[in-house]
């Protein structure tokens, strides 16, 4: 089983400046890890996953996320953030077929 | 191409009533997955669907919930005598199932029915 945490409940970035979300998980076996993002009164959007290989993720929309196996972290990050980045954000790990997802997290990016 | 769709996009229903929820998933897709997203309770899995089969129902919060697929496409979630605690947004998911193994790959997700009930 996969679970996943997201410690904070809301993100305030400036546009332009670097954003993290972040995301611990924890499992039994090996990782694998999603982020999906969700606009208000939208589905959930696939951004990218970590299965194996390299510990930066990139994904869609210039996001990218790192695995980092000591700390059991999978943040997402971007460099430079923009408004429509605004919408929450939600870490999942895998438990058989179903996704397990963290509560989300609020980001806000102000202009 | 198109994505996942679900009708009605939006339910409003009477305590007691029965809805039926329903899921067109990605053409080639042979999983299906149905999720619940909730204030209280987050985003919770329903169940899943392997072709037309079902091997994972561990997530149905009760009896009143059932769901079946049809010619490995279309899927229903049917809640039967429904009641408030069913209000939330019903998301489906689809995903392709790598043969011969587990499926890593990333579900993609419809924009849900939002159901309530009064």
């Known amino acids: 089983a996969q679970s996943v945490a997201q410690p904070e409940d809301q993100v305030n970035v400036a546009e332009g400046n670097p954003l993290t979300v972040k995301c611990t998980y924890s499992?039994?076996?090996?990782?694998?890890l999603f982020w999906y993002v969700q606009y208000p009164n939208r589905g959930l959007q696939f951004l990218l996953k970590y299965i194996t290989g390299d510990n930066l993720v990139k994904g869609s929309y210039g996001f990218e996320a790192e695995f980092n196996k000591s700390q059991t972290s999978f943040h997402l990050k971007k460099p430079s953030a923009l408004v429509s980045d605004s919408a929450l954000y939600f870490c999942a790990g895998r438990t058989g077929y179903a996704l397990n997802f963290g509560k989300g997290t609020s980001l806000l990016v102000t202009p | 191409g198109a994505g996942v769709s679900q009708s009605p996009s939006n339910k409003v229903t009477e305590k007691g009533k029965d809805v039926e929820l329903r899921c067109d998933p990605i053409s080639g897709h042979t999983a299906l997955y149905w999720y619940r997203q909730s204030l209280g309770q987050g985003l919770e899995f329903l169940i899943y669907f392997q072709g037309n089969s079902a091997p994972d129902k561990s997530g149905l919060p009760s009896d009143r919930f059932s769901a079946e697929r049809t010619g490995g496409s279309v899927s229903t979630l049917t809640i039967q005598r429904t009641q408030q605690e069913d209000s939330a947004v019903y998301l489906c998911?689809?995903?392709?199932?790598?043969?011969?193994?587990?499926?890593?790959?990333?579900?993609?997700f419809g924009p849900g029915t939002r159901l309530t009930v009064l």
């Open positions: 499992v039994s076996g090996n990782p694998y």
């Open positions: 998911a689809s995903s392709f199932r790598l043969a011969g193994g587990s499926s890593y790959n990333e579900q993609f």
